[in-house]
């Protein structure tokens, strides 16, 4: 029983420290990570109060919790060891996109500009007022692609609004922008999420960044 536990700990914690960026992620990653996150609920069932329903239940949590903080917490903590260090600049991840999309979500998008194929350019100016609308305020696809609300479209040397993304009985309209169309992704970010809003808003008045990919 103890066995069994500690394997589907460790891999669930595994999934949930790693979602979005394991794609690169080999059999001997999987396995070793899903390993180290098990030994929580190792600890657990061998030195733990035994009982026969909740032993198994606290050992399964402390995995879980043990990979929701490395990937909150422990990834970036990392990170910053090795570059103070002087060891190393690199983050692990196998592109910067993943980097600067799946890694953090501390850090929210406020803005997003993409130029795509015929040269237009595709703009959500804000995203905070569709943070509560379907897959909002947007998703960044691992394969580079991107799904997210447009107010404003840039063709034929000029500005134009899109008046008709919210509409009142038919629902929001999202668009998708496939990764072989992308040509260029502008991300703004803002870094104090707003707890009385909605999901994804924020409360700062200064943006904190601006990435572009």
């Known amino acids: 029983m103890a066995v069994q536990v500690s394997i589907v700990s460790g891999y ?17 990653d999987t396995v070793l990570k899903s390993f180290a996150f098990g030994l929580f609920a190792t600890a657990i069932m ?30 970036a903590a990392w990170q910053s060891v090795m570059r103070n260090s002087r060891v190393s600049w690199s983050d692990d991840i196998p592109t910067a996109w993943l980097s600067i999309t799946a890694t953090d979500t501390r850090y929210r998008p406020s803005q997003v500009v993409i130029d795509v194929e015929g040269g237009r350019t595709l703009m959500c100016d804000d995203t905070r007022p569709y943070a509560d609308a379907p897959h909002g305020p947007c998703i960044f696809g691992a394969d580079g692609g991107v799904a997210f609300y447009v107010t404003s479209e840039f063709r034929d040397g000029e500005w134009i609004d899109h008046q008709d993304v919210r509409h009142p009985t038919q629902g929001d309209k999202i668009t998708y922008i496939p990764a072989s169309a992308v040509k260029r992704v502008e991300i703004r970010y803002w870094t104090e999420a707003n707890g009385r809003a909605s999901p994804g808003a924020v409360e700062t008045t200064e943006p904190a960044g601006e990435a572009t990919a």
Not at 12 to 28: F, K
Not at 46 to 70: D, E, N, R
């Open 46 to 75: 061998k030195w733990g109060y035994q009982h026969p329903v909740f032993t198994p239940l606290v050992a399964l949590s402390l995995s879980l919790v043990a990979g929701i903080c490395w990937r909150l917490f422990g990834m």
């Open 12 to 28: 669930l914690a595994y999934l949930i420290a790693y979602t979005g960026i394991r794609q690169h992620h080999t059999a001997a």
